[in-house]
């Protein structure tokens, strides 16, 4: 296979009607890597939504069991992408999902903001620092995957395009983006987890790093003091450079999911999809959107 022959597959595919394949190729042979840092970069956008980053700090699944809530997100996401939405196994990871949202009081349009994240973040990161640029393409189908996992999660008003999911997130940016004591929490918390990944002495570079990809608004609304513009410009370098690099690199010969991940830590002998998360206390309303109940044992997963 040639470095280019994945994406003639990807193009002779319909962004309408095979979104989910398109979806998967893109996120998990072609860019997982970057997949991974935007879904990543765009999660820690959401904490600059006051009524995001307090709800997140009051929880303390961020800010206390911050390890546990990072592979948790990231693998009932992922469970989508690899199981497909008509499988036991995604059913379960949004149902799961539902059922934590539903526990608390978290609005449509906050809902909504969080999707638009997942389309927008990843296109702009591949975008900035890719081995090559999305296609329009792919950009639609990432527009109709989310539209239809949003659809799964009972959000209103989901967009129905890349560029009305790009326009309400700048909307909803632009009016909701501020300072919030909790949201700081947990951008803190967060950046301190990533830094935990490597070994101690390099954790202030790494906080360092993490910063000088956060855009003016982001580094206004937690009240951060922005590197300088050497530094920024060595790491945004740095991972252009990386994406030519890869460009040179044979094409991936098999898919890479987020269970495969290195900063994923907490399940080194496995897990079951329907225990991942946190759980409705007594009396919560549950999951909005219906579901067949998940047979006994069907979701135990390999070792990540």
């Not at 999305?134 to 989310?146: D, G, K, Q, S």
């Not at 329907?274 to 007594?282: I, S």
Request: a neutral charge; hydrophobic letters at 40%.
């Amino acid at each position: 296979m040639q470095r280019y022959d994945r994406l003639r597959e990807i193009l002779r595919l319909d962004p309408d009607k095979d979104f989910l394949a398109i979806y998967r190729l893109t996120a998990t042979y072609e860019f997982p890597w970057d997949f991974t840092r935007a879904l990543e970069l765009a999660l820690f956008r959401t904490y600059a939504v006051p009524a995001i980053g307090s709800l997140l700090a009051e929880t303390a699944e961020f800010t206390e069991r911050s390890q546990k809530r990072y592979d948790d997100t990231a693998l009932l996401l992922d469970a989508v992408v690899e199981h497909g939405f008509d499988s036991d196994t995604a059913r379960t990871a949004i149902r799961r999902v539902n059922q934590m949202h539903r526990s608390y009081d978290i609005s449509n349009e906050d809902m909504r903001y969080v999707l638009c994240t997942f389309v927008v973040v990843p296109a702009r990161w591949v975008d900035a620092y890719g081995w090559r640029p999305l296609t329009h393409h792919e950009r639609r189908a990432c527009a109709n995957y989310y539209a239809t996992l949003g659809r799964h999660m009972g959000i209103k008003d989901v967009p129905g395009s890349y560029e009305e999911f790009e326009d309400t997130l700048n909307a909803y940016e632009q009016a909701h983006f501020a300072w919030d004591e909790g949201g700081r929490k947990v951008a803190d918390a967060t950046l301190d987890l990533m830094a935990s990944w490597y070994p101690a002495p390099l954790a202030p570079a790494v906080r360092g790093l993490g910063l000088a990809l956060l855009d003016e608004p982001l580094l206004t609304a937690f009240r951060f003091e922005g590197p300088g513009p050497r530094i920024r410009g060595l790491v945004h370098g740095a991972l252009r450079l990386r994406g030519r690099a890869v460009r040179l690199l044979p094409p991936r010969k098999a898919p890479h999911y987020a269970r495969q991940n290195p900063e994923i830590k907490g399940y080194p002998d496995g897990y079951d999809v329907g225990e991942l998360g946190t759980f409705p206390v007594p009396g919560a309303s549950g999951c909005p959107v219906p579901h067949p109940r998940r047979p006994a044992g069907a979701e135990a997963q390999p070792p990540t």
